[in-house]
């Protein structure tokens, strides 16, 4: 299968440590998102990739959070001092190389992140 | 700002039933419009697109949506629901030309889907 792939796919931490995700994307494209989904809502943006350059961050994304994506393949998202609040689905998408006006984005599985 | 509607948390229509999701966006420049589902525990699929041209567009599983600029609208429909179409729905606009890319999503309608 070559979509897009999470790891893990569940984590359930205590309140107060570090959790990092991983997102791997289709091979071939260049352009990676991050999204946050808490119960009941739509996903929201959380930053984006172009290659290795984090080039747009949301306000949600504070400073416990952080992104990268060193070669421009897979990327990771981790929270430090995580909070109750923290608690949701983080989901990865892809999207090739802009060919047109628009790219569609090709979604993960999600990480479902428990902060007890 | 740019924003997306889903007027209909939560919709229960029979099998065999029509079906209609309401999506409303405010959105200044040319909208890029998307329907996804989202099954329990699974990832977004991605139903059908609205980029430009005509604005009846079909996607998969039998789903249609029609564009209506004159009602910021871009609403889902199906003729007949199967008990397999129960899962959440969300409206996305993306934002395009000279921008990230990013998707502005709607809270979501979720379906439930009577025998």
């Known amino acids: 299968d070559t979509g897009v792939s999470q790891d893990p796919r569940h984590k359930i931490t205590k309140r107060g440590q570090n959790v990092t995700f991983r997102c791997d994307p289709i091979s071939e494209h260049n352009r990676l998102y991050w999204y946050r989904q808490t119960l009941g809502q739509g996903p929201e943006f959380l930053t984006y990739?172009?290659?290795?350059?984090?080039?747009?961050k949301s306000r949600l994304l504070s400073d416990r959070f952080s992104a990268e994506r060193p070669k421009g393949s897979f990327s990771t998202l981790e929270i430090q001092r995580t909070e109750q609040g923290d608690s949701a689905m983080y989901l990865c998408?892809?999207?090739?190389?802009?060919?047109?006006?628009?790219?569609?984005?090709?979604f993960g599985p999600g990480t479902r992140l428990t902060v007890l | 700002a740019q924003s997306v509607t889903q007027p209909d948390i939560h919709i229960t229509v029979s099998e065999g039933a029509s079906l209609e999701l309401r999506c409303n966006y405010s959105?200044?420049?040319?909208?890029?419009l998307f329907w996804y589902v989202q099954s329990p525990g699974q990832g977004l699929q991605l139903l059908l697109k609205y980029f430009s041209g005509d604005t009846l567009v079909q996607g998969i599983k039998g789903f249609e949506a029609e564009f209506k600029r004159s009602q910021s609208s871009f609403n889902l429909r199906k003729p007949s629901v199967h008990w397999s179409d129960a899962a959440e729905y969300f409206c996305a606009v993306g934002y395009g030309s000279g921008n990230t890319g990013k998707l502005i999503f709607g809270q979501g309608t979720t379906l439930q889907v009577k025998p």
């Open positions: 990739f172009q290659n290795e350059a984090q080039l747009e």
């Open positions: 998408a892809s999207s090739p190389r802009r060919t047109q006006t628009y790219n569609e984005q090709f």
């Open positions: 959105y200044g420049a040319t909208p890029y």
